[in-house]
């Protein structure tokens, strides 16, 4: 079985922390999106069956939500992907909070629901953006937009 290792990715005074070795069979989820901007919100939530979940929240309140198949083996690949990109982030406080940017994010969630690690950022332009779109790249069909 392929061993992960996951490093807390919040930013905290102390730095960043190391967490155990983990399975990937550790994990109910993985997360990714922007929350929090005057415009509204959008998280895409991917579980071990290659299900995902698109969540939008409009400027207005409104939610809508889509469910869809993703391709064989996203879950785990896309564990690793995130693992390792999530490792690969400076997550030391940023200089400037961009107050109507909101924040972009990817979590990866343990199977008892508790968010094992996670990296954020409140301004575009960050070292969040790249695994972001590895991310969603990953789920979006070839003949797709």
């Known amino acids: 079985m392929k061993k992960i290792g996951l490093v807390l990715a919040a930013a905290t005074l102390s730095g960043c922390l190391t967490a155990p070795l983990s399975d990937v069979e550790d994990y109910s989820a993985l997360s990714w999106g922007n929350e929090g901007s005057l415009f509204g919100a959008i998280r895409t939530t991917l ?3 290659d ?5 939008v929240r409009g400027a207005d309140g409104q939610r809508r939500q889509t469910v869809l198949q993703g391709p064989d083996g996203a ?3 896309l564990v690793v992907r995130a693992d390792a990109g999530l490792r690969q982030i ?3 406080p940023a200089d400037s909070i961009c107050l109507d940017y909101g924040t972009d994010f990817v979590e990866l969630i343990g199977v008892d629901g508790r968010v094992v690690a996670r990296s954020e950022a409140q301004c575009p332009g960050s070292d969040v953006e790249p695994l972001l779109r590895a991310l969603s790249d990953r789920l979006r069909p070839a003949d797709g937009p």
């Open 90 to 92: 400076d997550d030391a």
């Open 47 to 49: 579980t071990p069956d």
């Open 75 to 77: 879950f785990a690949d």
């Open 51 to 55: 299900l995902y979940v698109v969540e």
